[in-house]
């Protein structure tokens, strides 16, 4: 089905009017049997409308057309055409006196109903009908008006547990046509954080046709966003009137709303506590640690601590030396000095004192871990030179 002037089919790809009101038009359609069995069809005009996804829609069969669908006259409402035949039929459009100055929509449909199949069952009703159509646009003369408005904007960040990256933002928009002209538009978001600081700028879609009086409600998704505490989002449209070649290229108006949302950086924030936590922990062991060694090996409390370790040796430093120099014949053997990282000791071998220095397994801190390494290395019962971790005995030539 196609425009067509009377002889038939013409190159038209809807049927596009401006007319005044009160005025009448004659004008054609075509239809061509494309199968090869008779097809019976139901014709009929009706209005159009915008369906929720921003499409081109008309309405039902059974719905009764306010609008263009009811200026137009088929001269039939049902006709039969036979296989491989072209028929052209023709319309008349009458445009009210009272009718409102712009753009109408509508469109001039063929049918065709199927019976129900019968391997349906006895008790079915099940009819499809398929539908042809062509689009019908007027515009009845008068002064026009432009408009779009955004009705309702809405922005919202996704949740994520990556403190590194950024946050998806979802957006949705409704954009309506308030004018009396066919509209479409060139949506552009842009996302700022505090002080105006811009996170994202992207340009969306373009919005599909919107008729008079009708909407187009859009998502878009704008991926990594970083969280900055409150998103304020802008969207602006640069309007234009659908159609019109000379409007097609250039901006008839630009229209903007704004909406925010709140961005908290709640995973950066608990990344940055552990952080800070972490260093503070680590710090906080160091300087007890420094502060426990400096007290430990104060010169008056290491003196003070070999005169009891001597004092109190009931045959550990002989036997420490013992292991480290390989001999037994030990007749003395003292504690020399102490430091965080082992203890140099003084063994007697005959008549020749020799100095001797073993490691802790680990950097000590307190009198009582020294006491434990002392024991631990006294204990001791392998080869010479092996006391301790590693190679952690040695003799002081």
Known sequence: MQPASET?????????????????????????????????LNIYATDAFTNDSGGFDLL????????????????????????????????????????????????????????PAPDNGPGSQVRVEYRVGSRVYLRVAGEVAPELAIEDLNVAQDWSWNPFGGRDVQVKYTVRNTGNVRMTA???????????????????????????GGSFTGEATLR??????RLNAQLSLDARVAGDATAETSTIAQISRAAAAWSLPITQGVAVAWIALSAYLIWRLRTTRRAAIARTF?????????ERLNHEDD??????????????DISDAQIAGLDPDG???????????????????????????????????SKYDGSPGEIG??????RAE
């Open 315 to 328: 045959g550990r430093a002989a036997s420490i030396c013992a292991s480290v120099l390989g001999q037994a």
């Open 60 to 115: 039902a069969g059974d719905a009764n057309p306010r609008d263009v669908g009811s200026w137009i006259e088929l001269d039939v409402s049902q006709v039969t055409i036979a296989p491989g035949e072209l028929r052209v039929v023709p319309f008349t459009l009458t445009v009210p006196r009272d009718a409102d100055v712009g753009d109408h929509a509508g469109g001039i449909v063929a049918t065709l109903t199927t019976d």
């Open 343 to 377: 203890a140099t000791l003084l063994a007697t071998v005959g008549a020749e004192a020799t100095p001797v220095r073993v490691k802790w397994r680990k950097q000590v801190t307190s009198p009582e871990e020294i006491e434990r390494e002392l024991g631990r290395l």
């Open 298 to 306: 104060a010169p008056e409390s290491v003196a003070e601590l070999i």
């Open 224 to 229: 990594r966003v970083p969280p900055a505490f």
């Open 186 to 212: 060139r949506p552009a978001m842009k996302v700022d954080g505090f002080f105006g600081v811009q996170l994202r700028t992207v340009d969306l879609q373009e919005t599909p046709e919107i008729l008079p």
């Open 389 to 394: 971790s590693g190679a952690a005995g040695s």
């Open 8 to 40: 038939g089919p013409d190159n038209r790809p809807n049927f596009t009017y401006e007319l005044s009101p009160g005025d009448e038009y004659v004008d054609y359609f075509s239809i061509r049997n494309l199968g090869n069995s008779p097809l019976d």
